[in-house]
């Protein structure tokens, strides 16, 4: 089956930048989504691109694809405490399903 | 989101017991999915529902299903809980689109932790 690669751990200080990165092996993959779980809490979707684009910005979110590598990251800019939470990567692909990376545990330090 | 509720939050049971975990909508949404949540897996499709009359197996159907009572509700069942059943259940939501893309942005309730002792 289709596969959606992240590391698992992030540790950044407060208002440096965050770079989460992902790689999937979908080469069909329509979209792709980042989201976010706070403790205790559901998926909150952060953002998307489409897969025909290259950037997206979106305030402090910048979404990078690279469709030959299979590569998706998403930068955080001036990072706070309150953006620590797992991220989630996902891409959409054939059937219009979801498959989700295993997330990124972001740790912001003061 | 709160359009999403999911009952119960939290729930402990014993290895053979029969549980229910429940999912209600608001959103007015076609779709509605279940997932399990183990950490380092990230999220896993277990069933899902495009409509009242439709039910399909996700990637780890095995041991659980699903009914779709209403298109406002859609029900998890483990028919005998096992301890590799612990894990934290999600219901999702989305819309009906076209090919693809954010129309079709799923949307997730709070979550259910279950522990199978």
Redesign the interface.
Same mark, same amino acid.
């Given at each position: 089956?289709e596969d959606?690669e992240q590391s698992?751990f992030l540790s950044v200080r407060e208002g440096d930048s965050s770079v989460i990165n992902c790689t999937y092996t979908d080469s069909s993959s329509?979209?792709l989504?980042w989201?976010k779980q706070e403790p205790?809490? %559901? !998926?909150? !979707?952060l953002t998307?691109i489409?897969s025909n684009m290259d950037m997206k910005q979106d305030q402090r979110l910048t979404v990078l694809l690279n469709k030959k590598d299979k590569h998706l990251s998403l930068r955080i800019a001036d990072t706070q405490t309150g953006d620590s939470a797992i991220y989630?990567c996902a891409e959409?692909g054939a059937g219009?399903? !979801?498959t989700? %990376? #295993? #997330?990124t545990r972001l740790m912001v330090k003061p | 989101d709160a359009d999403v509720t999911q009952t119960p939050r939290n729930r402990i049971t014993k290895t053979g017991k029969r549980i229910m975990l429940e999912c209600s909508q608001t959103k007015g949404h076609d779709r509605m999915y279940w997932y399990r949540q183990d950490p380092g897996l990230g999220l896993r499709l277990i069933y899902y529902s495009f409509d009242v009359k439709d039910i399909n197996k996700g990637e780890i159907s095995d041991g659980y299903s699903v009914s779709r009572q209403a298109q406002a509700k859609f029900s998890l069942s483990l028919e005998s809980a096992i301890p590799n059943q612990t894990a934290l259940y999600f219901c999702a939501t989305s819309d009906r689109g076209t090919s693809g893309g954010v129309w079709e942005t799923q949307y997730f309730g709070p979550g259910t932790r279950l522990l199978v002792l």
């Open positions: 089956g959606v698992l329509t979209y989504y989201y205790g809490a %559901g !998926l909150q !979707l998307y489409f989630f959409m219009n399903m !979801l989700f %990376g #295993g #997330g | -």
